[in-house]
């Protein structure tokens, strides 16, 4: 099993950046795709980001490609996003994820998640 913990959540302004962190515990992340997901209220979960094993692959839901970056430490078993130029559409909870069966871009897909981190942009 895998435990995901998130944090860097908060309020910010539109055009603020922020950087959010993921750590596991339980098992080690070497060996999975990580990635995030968005839900925001009364939406369903939302695909963001995810990036492979080796750190060498990234994918972004094209609302965020630009201004997201995702990235993993391996080291520090933990991964992060950080976000640039953000927007009251980026407002919702956000969860890490870990170890995805098939279709990285389906939450159902996905084995391990955190708890989520609420951010809040306001305009």
């Known amino acids: 099993q895998v435990q995901l913990v998130e944090s860097g959540g908060g309020l910010v302004q539109a055009g603020d950046s922020l950087r959010f962190s993921c750590a596991a515990s339980?098992?080690?992340?070497?060996?999975?795709?990580v990635g995030w997901f968005r839900q925001a209220s009364g939406r369903e979960r939302e695909f963001v980001a995810a990036?492979?094993?080796?750190?060498?692959?990234?994918f972004y839901t094209p609302s965020v490609r630009g201004r997201f970056t995702i990235s993993r430490d391996n080291s520090k078993n933990a991964l992060y996003l950080q976000m640039n130029s953000l927007k009251p559409g980026d407002t919702a909870v956000y969860y890490c994820t870990a170890n995805p069966n098939d279709d990285i871009d389906k939450a159902d897909r996905w084995d391990y998640w955190g708890q989520g981190t609420q951010v809040t942009v306001s305009s």
């Open positions: 339980g098992r080690t992340l070497d060996d999975y795709t």
């Open positions: 990036i492979d094993w080796s750190g060498e692959n990234t």
